[in-house]
């Protein structure tokens, strides 16, 4: 063990964890990977949907044992335990969202602005920055029209978001593989909908397991559209499971580049582990991205 130990530090040392974590090993001990503080260039985050099979306590617990400061995606239901733990959640999401029927198509403004009037409210009473929406499916509407569309109905959203301190946050998904016919699926359209908009609190979240599916270039990407993001989220690329060497993308690479741009928000870990040991692949995550 104590070899194995000293390999471990010298691994970390040399900044190549993902050449040292195998996925072929699925039982990890958080413990025995490293005690190492993390460096502080990051805020770290998670996303709830990827640790289902764990309580909302338990990866709370674990979450901020890492180092972890948020969890992704919760609603305000959760907040109260999340609180529990000293974490927050830098992307509130609302119970009823559906990232099919969005803000692209009118007949869906009506249910759609108050919940999300609501959400903001709620946010900003518990001191959560960042809400999330989304386009929609395009359903047979025009890029064009659904910006337009996108810009109508976030409009008394974002209003109100502005006046309570909350930044509206849209996601870029893949239309390729996991949401055929999403509309916000290209930075390019984003920054777009960011500039008919034009508040800044109306921002991207800026998905790189998706990004690299539908565009690669991401640290190009990232310095170029930089002004534009409010939010990253991880994920391995294919398959959207750990982001070691077993996949294509240099997370240390990209940290370091989000990094660069003066970039303060927070990171998320969004990839669905395949180790048996759950928050030992999320830590695995966690030390891969912190630069």
């Known amino acids: 063990m104590k070899r194995r130990d000293a390999i471990i530090k010298g691994t970390l040392g040399a900044g190549a964890i993902s050449t040292f974590m195998s996925t072929h090993k699925k039982n990890r001990d958080v413990e025995t990977i490293t005690k190492s503080k993390l460096k502080g260039n990051i805020n770290h985050s998670v996303c709830r ?19 972890i400061k948020s969890i992704d995606l919760t609603t305000p239901d959760e907040w109260a335990t999340l609180q529990k733990y000293g974490l927050t959640c830098a992307m509130a999401s609302h119970k009823n969202q559906s990232l099919t029927e969005g803000f692209n198509h009118p007949e869906y403004h009506d249910r759609l602005i108050p919940m999300y009037l609501e ?20 359903a047979g509407i025009s890029d064009e029209q659904g910006l337009e569309n996108c810009a109508v109905g976030l409009e008394k959203v974002v209003k109100r978001a ?44 800026y998905d790189i397991y998706h990004m690299q599916i539908m565009e690669g270039d991401i640290i190009h990407t990232i310095r170029d559209y930089k002004d534009y993001i409010a939010h990253y989220h991880t994920g391995g690329v294919p398959g959207r499971n750990e982001i070691n060497d077993t996949q294509e993308l240099n997370y240390p690479a990209i940290m370091q580049a989000i990094v660069e741009t003066g970039y303060k928000g927070y990171v998320a870990q969004e990839f669905i582990p395949t180790y048996d040991d759950k928050l030992a692949a999320l830590k695995e995550g966690v030390l891969i991205c912190d630069v």
């Open 162 to 205: 502005q006046q309570k301190g909350v930044v509206i946050v849209m996601e870029l998904l893949n239309s390729k593989i996991n949401h055929k016919d999403y509309q916000c699926d290209h930075t390019p359209w984003g920054a777009a909908l960011a500039d008919k908009i034009g508040s800044p609190h109306f921002k991207l979240l």
């Open 49 to 67: 949907w990827c640790y289902n099979s764990l309580s909302l306590d338990e990866l709370c617990e674990g979450a901020a044992e890492i180092g």
């Open 119 to 138: 959400l903001v409210d709620q946010a900003a009473d518990a001191g959560m920055a960042n809400v999330i929406v989304f386009s929609g499916n395009r």
